[in-house]
């Protein structure tokens, strides 16, 4: 009996000294709002608001915030982009190369790791990088650069299941998140300069078996088919390498679609290339199209829309409305209703001259001088694109949309371009305009009517997502290496921290022996941020 | 895509140990004649392919013109229709193109991971017309007199001597050509050299501070000023920081610097930059 009490005893005080592992269910990442001391899908929550609601580091102590550890594995090619998942203490962590690592929380320190192998020689066009993982019940899951999908053991990293997804042969990779939904796990391909046909895929989490897979161009016959000049349908591209928001009341995946290829030849793919640079709204268990909005029609600079499309709800022109935000590479903030599709606003971002504005309806009206030639042809946004991956974030203290912006127009020239399986398919090529200035800014926008409502602006173009508090902050960094806090309405800066690197991934936050972190990735180092404990 | 700044010159170093001993493992099993073999590289393997040096004259004009020329005869960059280059080895070509020229201006391309582009650039290099550099016509060693006279050593060093606040000039002319040294002279503010952005800062106590730009991020800047003092600063310390698009280098037009001493400048570079 004095044993068993003992043992009792031993076992509850585990619990407060050790960082026990625990499971993931669909309702833990459903009310994910409601456990801000775990980070369970790669936005924080499905609305994708990249948005903490702990509170202990706030714009009066920020001041005092200092590295608690950092994860340096041995340096790879490329760098960190990937945003951590945190539970119950436990932080899976992916880096390039196909790299998992199961960290303490606590202290950084490595539980298990995982590689995958890879073949030598790849054709990529942006290095082998990883944006993420995903988790439900005992399961992490990874979508690789050679077109996997791969299901670990969370509390081992050992493999439970793997798929090919397609042939990276082809032209076809992961480097996004993937988004678990219900029983399934979500993921969208890369491939939009390959001539690849994009997708994204449905697999049951528990057996890796395929669910479904929604084509992001039109098969012939199927609606939208026609908005593609004869065969070049099937070399497209439109991928969907990021990762989609879901409304669980809808019942809506929307998920952002990437440039039609070749990219800066439209020649030879007349028409609107639907569903190329559009987002789409699916219904989760059957992959089916519900709506779509397209903001590029007919694309020739690599406009990508992939970009995470953020959920809230608010009165707009009067209405109740669910709505649908995006910050768009083309240069135009855009303001959709969720329900439907339909298009409420636009509003101009940054310098824009490939199109002369947005009518009524939400589509572009295109500047026919701004066609790329074999010449070449100035113009803005540049490919980079007026924003790109990096993830925005929505405050609902603030009621303000952060995002980080480029301000970089490019000369893109447009050639006629032979197919070739597994080869790049870019139709011509960019490059910088000499002389032509080019900057980065974190940029706070009124969501209702893109607005301005403050900037700050950096020497050079950045690649780092934003967090938001509800201690009215946002943290942010850029491509020299700044991590940084600003205070959300005013964008006065409160706190930065030279980390040295690149920052090319976004923020998050958790909360372990009950005291709040902040993780950012610069370069080949995982960061974490914590106050002092005696504060 | 997602387009990010690249850092093309590292060479993969995702390659374990375990990798390696393999590697060598293998080359010695095959014996080190066939592997010296390996490593002189097979050459162009596009050579005489029409298509080939088609593409490669597109890539060219995209990617190498706008330093070298339309026609490879040089400007920012070196000539790439000298002996120097027609006598190059394709694999030293491509080790160039792929990795690029460390310490200068020319940069690496990467072409999307795509080793056949750079073949196809290499095979619109060796169609140039061949042609040899036009010395110029002038004397190198009353040039060499002008460049002290003229005081371009108060800003510009050469062979050890001069200035910091300009470019190094010992060896500039391995890298531009005649006509682009003339223009550069009578009008540096036509072109800034990578790495000399002209900056003015105005501090908080009213300060103005002129000079080259060495480093800048959203919090601090560093720069030299005219009398190559080292300044960091905080921006917060200043009120103002501007690039200014013109060169700290004065113009030299006809009046103040004739014909005849230009060339004979630009033949002292020659001279030089030939040792």
Same mark, same amino acid.
């Given at each position: 009996?004095? &044993?068993?009490?003992?043992?009792?005893?031993?076992?509850?005080? %585990? !619990?407060?000294?050790?960082?026990?592992?625990?499971? =993931?269910?669909?309702?833990?990442?459903?009310? %994910?709002?409601?456990?801000?001391?775990?980070?369970?899908?790669?936005? !924080?929550?499905?609305?994708?608001?990249?948005?903490?609601?702990?509170? *202990?580091?706030?714009? +009066? /102590?920020?001041?005092?915030l200092a590295v608690a550890w950092m994860f340096q594995p041995p340096a790879s090619q490329d760098r960190f982009e990937a945003t951590p998942l945190v539970k119950d203490g436990w932080m899976y962590f992916s880096a390039q190369s196909n790299r998992v690592f199961a960290l303490d929380a606590r202290s950084g320190r490595q539980i298990w790791s995982y590689v995958r192998r890879l073949p030598g020689s790849m054709n990529l066009c942006c290095g082998r990088v990883n944006r993420g993982l995903a988790i439900l019940g005992d399961k992490l899951f990874l979508a690789t650069i050679d077109a996997h999908v791969v299901a670990l053991d969370a509390k081992t990293g050992r493999v439970m299941w793997e798929v090919k997804a397609a042939d990276y042969q082809k032209g076809y990779t992961f480097t996004g998140a993937p988004l678990v939904v219900k029983d399934k796990v979500i993921v969208g391909v890369t491939g939009g300069e390959y001539g690849a046909r994009g997708f994204i895929d449905a697999y049951f989490a528990e057996s890796g078996k395929p669910a479904w897979r929604f084509h992001t161009i039109p098969g012939p016959g199927e609606p939208g088919n026609e908005t593609w000049a004869g065969d070049s349908w099937k070399t497209g591209g439109a991928p969907a390498w990021l990762t989609g928001s879901f409304d669980p009341e809808l019942n809506l995946l929307y998920w952002g679609i990437g /440039?039609? !290829?070749?990219?800066?030849?439209?020649?030879?793919r007349k028409?609107? /290339? &639907?569903?190329?640079?559009?987002? =789409? #709204? &699916?219904?989760?268990d059957q992959g089916r199209l519900t709506w779509y909005f397209q903001f590029t029609p007919n694309d020739a600079h690599d406009y990508d829309s992939t970009l995470i499309p953020v959920l809230l709800d608010a009165d707009y022109a009067g209405q109740a409305r669910k709505l649908l935000a995006v910050a768009n590479r083309n240069g135009f903030f855009y303001l959709l209703d969720r329900t439907s599709g339909e298009f409420l606003r636009a509003k101009q971002l940054t310098r824009v001259t490939w199109a002369k504005g947005i009518d009524k309806t939400g589509r572009p009206i295109p500047n026919p001088e701004a066609v790329p030639t074999a010449t070449g042809i100035d113009v803005c946004p540049g490919v980079l694109g007026a924003t790109n991956w990096m993830s925005p974030s929505f405050s609902p203290v603030t009621n303000l949309f952060y995002l980080t912006l480029h301000e970089a127009c490019r000369r893109h020239f447009g050639l006629p371009q032979e197919f070739e399986e597994g080869q790049s398919f870019w !139709?011509? #090529?960019?490059? $910088?305009i000499p002389g032509s200035p080019e900057w980065g800014a974190l940029r706070a926008v009124d969501p209702l009517t893109g607005e301005t409502q403050w900037e700050f602006r950096y020497p050079h173009t950045a690649f780092a997502g934003v967090l938001s508090t509800s201690t009215g902050m946002v943290f942010s960094g850029d491509g020299d290496g700044n991590f940084f806090a600003a205070e959300g309405r005013s964008g006065e800066i409160l706190w930065h921290l030279p980390t040295g690197g690149s920052i090319c991934a976004s923020p998050m936050s958790f909360a372990v022996d009950g005291r709040q972190h902040i993780s950012v #990735?610069?370069?080949?180092?995982?960061?974490?941020?914590?106050?002092?404990?005696d504060r | 895509m997602d387009l990010r700044m690249r850092f093309f010159g590292g060479i993969g170093l995702t390659i374990s140990a375990i990798y390696v001993v393999r590697w060598l493992v293998a080359a010695l099993a095959l014996g080190f004649p066939l592997f010296l073999a390996a490593q002189d590289g097979p050459g162009n393997p596009v050579k005489g392919d029409a298509t080939a040096l088609e593409k490669g004259r597109v890539l060219f004009r995209i990617h190498c013109a706008s330093c070298h020329g339309i026609d490879g005869s040089g400007g920012r960059g070196p000539s790439l229709t000298t002996s120097s280059v027609r006598e190059a080895k394709d694999k030293e070509l491509f080790a160039i193109i792929r990795r690029g020229i460390p310490d200068s201006e020319m940069p690496s391309f990467w072409f999307k991971g795509q080793d056949i582009q750079a073949w196809q650039v290499i095979e619109a290099l060796r169609s140039l017309s061949p042609t040899s550099e036009i010395p110029s016509a002038g004397n190198a060693e009353s040039g060499k007199q002008a460049f002290v006279q003229a005081g371009c050593v108060t800003c510009h060093a050469v062979q050890g001597q001069g200035g910091r606040l300009g470019p190094d000039l010992t060896r500039v002319s391995r890298s531009r050509s005649v006509e682009h040294l003339r223009q550069s002279i009578r009008l540096a503010s036509a072109e800034l050299t990578t790495n000399y952005q002209t900056v003015t800062v105005k501090t908080l106590a009213n300060q103005t501070v002129r000079g080259i730009l060495l480093n800048e991020d959203?919090?601090?800047?560093?720069?030299?000023?005219?009398?190559?003092?080292?300044?960091?600063?905080?921006? $917060? *310390?200043?009120?103002?920081?501007?690039? *200014?698009? #013109?060169?700290?280098?004065?113009?030299?037009?006809? +009046?103040?610097?004739?014909?005849?001493? &230009?060339? *004979?400048?630009?033949?002292?570079?020659?001279e030089i930059g030939s040792h």
């Amino acid at each position: 009996m004095i &044993l068993v009490r003992y043992l009792t005893t031993l076992l509850a005080m %585990a !619990g407060s000294i050790a960082v026990a592992w625990s499971q =993931v269910s669909y309702s833990d990442i459903l009310s %994910a709002q409601n456990t801000p001391g775990d980070w369970l899908t790669y936005s !924080g929550t499905y609305n994708s608001w990249r948005h903490t609601t702990l509170s *202990d580091i706030r714009p +009066e /102590n920020v001041h005092k915030l200092a590295v608690a550890w950092m994860f340096q594995p041995p340096a790879s090619q490329d760098r960190f982009e990937a945003t951590p998942l945190v539970k119950d203490g436990w932080m899976y962590f992916s880096a390039q190369s196909n790299r998992v690592f199961a960290l303490d929380a606590r202290s950084g320190r490595q539980i298990w790791s995982y590689v995958r192998r890879l073949p030598g020689s790849m054709n990529l066009c942006c290095g082998r990088v990883n944006r993420g993982l995903a988790i439900l019940g005992d399961k992490l899951f990874l979508a690789t650069i050679d077109a996997h999908v791969v299901a670990l053991d969370a509390k081992t990293g050992r493999v439970m299941w793997e798929v090919k997804a397609a042939d990276y042969q082809k032209g076809y990779t992961f480097t996004g998140a993937p988004l678990v939904v219900k029983d399934k796990v979500i993921v969208g391909v890369t491939g939009g300069e390959y001539g690849a046909r994009g997708f994204i895929d449905a697999y049951f989490a528990e057996s890796g078996k395929p669910a479904w897979r929604f084509h992001t161009i039109p098969g012939p016959g199927e609606p939208g088919n026609e908005t593609w000049a004869g065969d070049s349908w099937k070399t497209g591209g439109a991928p969907a390498w990021l990762t989609g928001s879901f409304d669980p009341e809808l019942n809506l995946l929307y998920w952002g679609i990437g /440039n039609p !290829g070749p990219d800066h030849w439209i020649a030879d793919r007349k028409g609107d /290339n &639907l569903y190329s640079n559009s987002v =789409v #709204a &699916l219904d989760p268990d059957q992959g089916r199209l519900t709506w779509y909005f397209q903001f590029t029609p007919n694309d020739a600079h690599d406009y990508d829309s992939t970009l995470i499309p953020v959920l809230l709800d608010a009165d707009y022109a009067g209405q109740a409305r669910k709505l649908l935000a995006v910050a768009n590479r083309n240069g135009f903030f855009y303001l959709l209703d969720r329900t439907s599709g339909e298009f409420l606003r636009a509003k101009q971002l940054t310098r824009v001259t490939w199109a002369k504005g947005i009518d009524k309806t939400g589509r572009p009206i295109p500047n026919p001088e701004a066609v790329p030639t074999a010449t070449g042809i100035d113009v803005c946004p540049g490919v980079l694109g007026a924003t790109n991956w990096m993830s925005p974030s929505f405050s609902p203290v603030t009621n303000l949309f952060y995002l980080t912006l480029h301000e970089a127009c490019r000369r893109h020239f447009g050639l006629p371009q032979e197919f070739e399986e597994g080869q790049s398919f870019w !139709g011509g #090529a960019h490059q $910088k305009i000499p002389g032509s200035p080019e900057w980065g800014a974190l940029r706070a926008v009124d969501p209702l009517t893109g607005e301005t409502q403050w900037e700050f602006r950096y020497p050079h173009t950045a690649f780092a997502g934003v967090l938001s508090t509800s201690t009215g902050m946002v943290f942010s960094g850029d491509g020299d290496g700044n991590f940084f806090a600003a205070e959300g309405r005013s964008g006065e800066i409160l706190w930065h921290l030279p980390t040295g690197g690149s920052i090319c991934a976004s923020p998050m936050s958790f909360a372990v022996d009950g005291r709040q972190h902040i993780s950012v #990735a610069s370069q080949n180092a995982l960061i974490t941020f914590a106050l002092p404990k005696d504060r | 895509m997602d387009l990010r700044m690249r850092f093309f010159g590292g060479i993969g170093l995702t390659i374990s140990a375990i990798y390696v001993v393999r590697w060598l493992v293998a080359a010695l099993a095959l014996g080190f004649p066939l592997f010296l073999a390996a490593q002189d590289g097979p050459g162009n393997p596009v050579k005489g392919d029409a298509t080939a040096l088609e593409k490669g004259r597109v890539l060219f004009r995209i990617h190498c013109a706008s330093c070298h020329g339309i026609d490879g005869s040089g400007g920012r960059g070196p000539s790439l229709t000298t002996s120097s280059v027609r006598e190059a080895k394709d694999k030293e070509l491509f080790a160039i193109i792929r990795r690029g020229i460390p310490d200068s201006e020319m940069p690496s391309f990467w072409f999307k991971g795509q080793d056949i582009q750079a073949w196809q650039v290499i095979e619109a290099l060796r169609s140039l017309s061949p042609t040899s550099e036009i010395p110029s016509a002038g004397n190198a060693e009353s040039g060499k007199q002008a460049f002290v006279q003229a005081g371009c050593v108060t800003c510009h060093a050469v062979q050890g001597q001069g200035g910091r606040l300009g470019p190094d000039l010992t060896r500039v002319s391995r890298s531009r050509s005649v006509e682009h040294l003339r223009q550069s002279i009578r009008l540096a503010s036509a072109e800034l050299t990578t790495n000399y952005q002209t900056v003015t800062v105005k501090t908080l106590a009213n300060q103005t501070v002129r000079g080259i730009l060495l480093n800048e991020d959203a919090f601090t800047l560093q720069m030299m000023d005219t009398t190559e003092r080292v300044l960091a600063f905080h921006r $917060k *310390d200043l009120q103002q920081a501007r690039h *200014d698009a #013109a060169s700290l280098m004065p113009d030299y037009p006809r +009046e103040a610097l004739p014909d005849a001493l &230009l060339d *004979d400048i630009v033949a002292f570079f020659f001279e030089i930059g030939s040792h």
